[in-house]
């Protein structure tokens, strides 16, 4: 494997994509004219897709990690009760 080809695998790891699915896009690369191209685009729109709901969805933990810890500092000083117990605390 050339050292250019070694750099891709890395950076599309880094980007969350699957080795198999790094395999295939490399494959295609080999590959010349407008059907390849339009392969390797497919792959990474399905691939940008993925990213967004793995964001949005990390923007959602967020929020409620966000929400607790406001809680939790209201709680400290004083102006709300620390009526639940630490359990129901993070159910919640």
């Known amino acids: 494997?050339?050292?250019s080809e070694v750099s891709k695998v890395v950076g599309l790891r880094e980007l969350?994509?699957?080795i198999s699915?790094?395999?295939k896009y490399l494959e295609l690369c080999q590959e010349t004219g407008p059907a390849a191209v339009k392969r390797r685009y497919k792959m990474l729109l399905k691939q940008?897709?993925?990213a967004k709901?793995?964001?949005l969805d990390s923007v959602e933990r967020m929020d409620i990690i966000?929400?607790?810890?406001k809680r939790e500092?209201?709680?400290m000083k004083g102006k709300r009760s620390d009526s639940l117990s630490a359990a129901r605390r993070f159910s919640q």
């Open 1 to 3: 494997m050339k050292i």
């Open 16 to 18: 969350g994509i699957p």
């Open 21 to 23: 699915e790094i395999k």
């Open 48 to 50: 940008r897709e993925k």
């Open 53 to 55: 709901r793995d964001f």
């Open 66 to 69: 966000d929400s607790k810890i």
């Open 73 to 75: 500092e209201e709680i």
